[in-house]
T-cell receptor, first 113, second 114 residues
């Protein structure tokens, strides 16, 4: 089955700086890569996603890049704010009707004021 | 639009007891998922429903876990008997259709087994 590895497990940045979180996946058939943000006591919330036919996607301060050859994808957050502090999870999904997600182990991002 | 509802939010039981969790997905969402999230880890899929049918339960420990979605709307996940290693947050998620990618998650139920 699919295996997703995520690094780093913890990340501290100063407010206004950029944060980068990286993930690798094992199954070359995976074609959908979402990123979820989980705040304390809440369920994960989708913040951005990318499909394998696209190399980069941007939404305001958040961007995701995908390298299919190397089987890795990254989340970039620019101009970080204290409210960006949370746990971020990457995930990968195989093509087909099941749409089952395999999640990474998470990154605790702390934005220091 | 109301989100995915789950109850209870917290549950503390002793090992070998039984427990049940309830999930009401977003109205009209046909696909429902139950995940187990152990502290410090990502969510792990337990079971997936399409309407009232099971799509995949290959990762559900069927000797102690069971789940149903009888009318194709809300769902119940049960553990009987519970073990210490079942301590985790149990998340429910739903999508509009099987082919949809975005999963909407509920707040989860935090289970502590003593």
């Amino acid at each position: 089955g699919e295996n997703v590895e995520q690094h780093p497990s913890t990340l501290s940045v100063q407010e206004g700086d950029s944060a980068v979180i990286k993930c690798t996946y094992s199954d070359s058939a995976s074609n959908y890569f979402p990123w979820y943000k989980q705040e304390l006591g809440k369920g994960p919330q989708l913040i951005i996603d990318i499909r394998s036919n696209v190399g980069e996607k941007k939404d305001q301060r958040i961007a995701v890049t995908l390298n299919k050859t190397a089987k890795h994808f990254s989340l970039h957050i620019t101009e970080t704010q204290p409210e960006d502090s949370a746990v971020y999870f990457c995930a990968a999904s195989l093509s087909g009707s099941a749409r089952q997600l395999t999640f990474g182990s998470g990154t605790q991002l702390t934005v220091l004021p | 639009e109301a989100g995915v509802a789950q109850s209870p939010r917290y549950k503390i039981i002793e090992k070998r007891q039984s427990v049940a969790f309830w999930c009401n997905p977003i109205s009209g969402h046909a696909t429902l998922y139950w995940y187990q999230q152990i502290l410090g880890q990502g969510p792990k899929l337990l079971i997936q429903f399409q309407n009232n049918g099971v799509v995949d339960d290959s990762q559900l420990p069927k000797d102690r876990f069971s789940a149903e979605r009888l009318k194709g709307v809300d769902s119940t996940l049960k553990i009987q008997p519970a073990k210490l290693e079942d301590s985790a947050v149990y998340l429910c998620a739903s999508t509009l259709r099987l082919e949809n990618n975005e999963q909407f998650f509920g707040p989860g139920t935090r289970l502590t087994v003593l």
